[in-house]
């Protein structure tokens, strides 16, 4: 008999609660509905969710461990010889050139963020000391702004309460990020007492509700956002007091924006000064501000500089610690470090390496090159470099070029087939899982979900944490005093395993160095079958229980010391629809601001140069080969992150047309439906055109999460739409974190 379950959707941040009925052979997701006892989305559903089974039975599913043969095909190994021969190549890789020439990629792709706990505990056995993901594609320079001025990361805005709501670089129309997106959109919008806000080239769904579309030339957002942060000063609209009391070191920073030509940055940017004045009057009578900045600047130019900035304008605004404005949230774990320290650098470049993570765009560089400290082995685990990093097929070089490859993923991705061993791990459907995207205000909640399918019959998947207990094994550092702790358990239950624990750890640093895979291998081994995997959340429920205790108290989480970590962590396992975890209070940000004296740090002396280096104005990339503005990678109706790899999943627009104004459709003599070259400095593809109102002349759009190698039902390699980042460059990237150029790429579109 069909049965519905609850679990989540994989495709934005927003991970929405939802419901799927499972086919009564139990092996297929018929429907899906939103989940109204989630506690974020509350049974919110966008349309994209409906297609999830193309997911779950994907054509290019990974059923058994592989190894690369001589030839490039590769062959079906037993689980035994792949992680006997995984732990063996990568430990002679230590052993002869040093575990820190090994390198980790990913751990977690779209909501799978358990097994990058996992991962890490892997590469520590080995020694290895650098590793990326794709917050480096996008977030470190966000990250490591508001790590110097907050102390902390994830501020996010109450659009729920705010008068007026403020997207840079962000359509959540269709990319969501916001709980409810649509709902909150809608309500904002239609509320003559509050105000949408929208900066983006495009006429976005978004920016079609706007009460103000800020439509200006793409990559010049750090120009506009300078020069509303000038009127505010040369109007005396600024709250003085408010800055007084909560700011330090804002006089440095505000003496580069006094004296600011807003004529000239407004003709920069090609919006009409008044635009500019207008909103920045309407800021200043606003009661409150929320603010969001997303991938349409993070991917772009100046994107260090446009997090800065954009932190100075809520400051400005005293946009921060009050309702509808921004906050701090209590979160679950930390999605990047704190700590903005710019001392650790990429051993061959010399990059800074911003929360822990190498920027994504320089591996291959650092790879492709005879420097005696460059990586000479990876494992890549839930990502697909060879699709998403700039310049893909450099990349590919540099995966081919290593001495050892190793992928752990669902489906036998681009990366996974320039691979040496492919692992094959379990859905997430298939396993618990969860997400640490959750950044509410003032209720916070965590969605561990259980899982909804057994592994397909005859295959051999499983789930990551198994996958590096075996390695950690293999390599032969598994701590012998796991046979204590699971002999405590077997006696005494989950109870007094905190002390024991803490006991063990205390005479064996093991057990805290290769925690994951020793709560893995004990507690895990006491939960409900298919939950093992979300043992390692018992260290993060009692880290948060230790750090906010009262914000868990409001939220029904009792008990005294580390009961309430116990209690926490039994909520999480209990509730397959979500917990609400934390409430706060309105002064809760303000304790989160962790700078020292809780007052928010606004110099940051080395983006100084930067705000400078605007009075001179954009510096144009494009020129008469390439006169274009390529933006890869916008968010459609239809499009998500490419965990769906299956095109049939898109209703609409399956190959990914590029998108341009009627203007120069009409100069090129082009039509919706025309065939047409688009070339870039990096590359060269055929496209389909669709002639679009939202775009702007010479900005034109390829959607995210096209042009992947997929296998079609004869088992043949196909590919539909655009890789967009072979059209892209490793070199275009943010001068300070490395985050692509992605939005911002020079192009020419020809018709013969």
């Known amino acids: 008999m069909s049965e519905w379950h609850p679990t989540a959707c994989v495709l934005c941040e927003n991970n929405c609660g939802i419901e799927v009925k499972v086919s009564k052979d139990g092996q297929r997701i018929e429907k899906v509905k939103g989940d109204p006892k989630h506690p974020g989305s509350q049974g919110y559903l ?88 794709s917050l480096a594609q996008e977030k470190t320079g966000e990250g490591w702004v508001s790590a110097n001025m907050f102390g902390g990361y994830a501020q996010r805005g109450d659009f729920e309460h705010c008068e007026v709501g403020i997207f840079i670089g962000k359509n959540p129309w269709n990319s969501h990020g916001v709980q409810r997106s649509r709902v909150e959109l809608r309500e904002i919008a239609k509320d003559p007492n509050r105000a949408l806000v929208v900066f983006d080239p495009r006429v976005s769904e978004t920016a079609e509700i706007a009460n103000f579309h800020i439509q200006l030339k793409p990559g010049t957002d750090a120009w506009a956002l300078a020069a509303i942060v000038a009127i505010f000063l040369q109007e005396d609209l600024v709250n003085w007091e408010w800055l007084e009391n909560n700011v330090t070191g804002y006089e440095n920073v505000l003496e580069l924006f006094k004296h600011i030509d807003v004529s000239s940055y407004a003709n920069y940017c090609g919006v009409p000064e008044d635009n500019l004045r207008q909103l920045a009057q309407r800021l200043a009578e606003a009661k409150s501000i929320a603010w969001y900045e997303d991938l349409g600047v993070q991917m772009n130019r100046n994107s260090t500089l446009v997090s800065y900035i954009h932190r100075i304008a809520w400051l400005v605004t005293g946009s921060f610690g009050k309702q509808g404005s921004q906050f701090i949230p209590n979160t679950i ?15 061959v470049l010399g990059a800074p390496i911003l929360s822990g993570l190498v920027p994504c765009n320089i591996v291959a560089e650092e790879i492709l090159t005879d420097h005696p400290d ?39 991705t681009e990366t996974a087939r320039n691979a040496d061993y492919v692992l094959p791990a379990s859905t997430q459907y298939e396993k618990a899982e969860a997400t640490f995207f959750n950044f509410e205000y003032p209720n916070n909640y965590f969605h561990l979900r259980h899982p909804v399918f057994n592994p397909p019959e005859g295959s051999e998947t499983l789930p990551e944490a198994e996958i590096h207990s075996r390695l950690l094994s293999a390599i032969g550092e598994m701590p012998e005093e796991i046979t204590l702790l699971k002999a405590h358990l077997n006696e005494h239950g989950r109870k007094g395993f905190f002390a024991k624990y803490n006991e063990v750890a205390s005479i064996n640093g093991d057990i805290q160095k290769y925690a994951p895979v020793v709560l893995y291998e004990t507690l895990g081994k006491t939960l409900p079958k298919g939950l093992e995997q979300s043992a390692i959340l018992w260290s993060t429920a009692h ?61 940051i002396p080395e983006l100084f140069p930067e705000i400078e280096f605007l009075k001179t104005g954009p510096r144009p990339i494009t020129n008469r080969d390439y006169p274009y503005v390529l933006s890869a990678g916008e968010r459609r109706p239809y499009t998500a992150n490419c965990v769906i790899r299956n095109p049939e999943w898109r209703k609409k627009d399956q190959e990914g047309a590029l998108r341009l104004s009627l203007n120069d459709a009409s100069k090129l003599g082009l039509q919706t439906g025309d065939e047409a070259q688009l070339s870039t400095a990096f590359g060269r593809t055929k496209v389909t055109v669709e002639v679009s109102s939202r775009m702007m002349d010479g900005h034109i759009s390829l959607p995210n999460g096209q042009g992947m190698d997929t296998r079609d039902e004869a088992g043949e390699v196909e590919r539909k739409g655009t890789a967009t980042n072979e059209l892209t460059g490793s070199g275009h990237r943010d001068f300070f974190a490395g985050t692509p150029w992605h939005k911002y790429i020079p192009a020419n579109i020809t018709t013969s």
């Not at 039975?57 to 010889?81: A, F, M």
């Not at 470090?337 to 051993?347: C, D, E, H, L, Y």
């Not at 839930?382 to 995966?399: I, L």
């Not at 309430?564 to 940000?589: H, Q, R, T």
């Open 333 to 347: 774990r930390p999605l990047m470090s704190s700590n903005p320290s710019i001392s650790r650098k990429s051993p």
């Open 46 to 133: 966008c349309q994209k969710a409906s297609r999830l089974d193309h997911y779950q039975n994907s054509v290019d599913r990974i059923l058994h461990p592989l190894k690369r043969t001589p030839d490039g095909d590769y062959e079906q190994i037993s689980w035994e010889q792949a992680i006997s021969e995984v732990a063996e190549k990568l430990s002679a890789i230590r052993d002869k050139f040093g575990g820190d020439k090994l390198f980790y990629y990913g751990g977690g792709g779209q909501g799978n963020h358990l097994p990058g706990g996992y991962g890490m505990t892997t590469m520590t056995a080995l020694g290895g000391r650098y590793r990326t993901n």
């Open 374 to 412: 460059r990586y000479r082995g990876m494992i890549i685990e839930s990502a697909n470099p060879a699709h998403s990093t700039a310049d893909t097929k450099k990349f590919v070089k540099a995966m081919r070029s290593l001495e050892c490859t190793v992928v752990i993923d669902v489906a036998m």
């Open 543 to 603: 880290f948060v229980a230790n750090r906010e205790p009262d914000s868990l108290r409001r939220a029904g989480i009792d008990g005294e010391g580390h009961e309430v970590g116990e209690n926490l962590f039994n909520a999480m396992i209990s509730n397959p629809n979500g917990i609400i975890f934390s409430k706060d209070e309105e002064s809760s940000s303000w304790t989160r601001v962790r700078t020292g004296d809780q007052r928010i740090k606004a110099d």
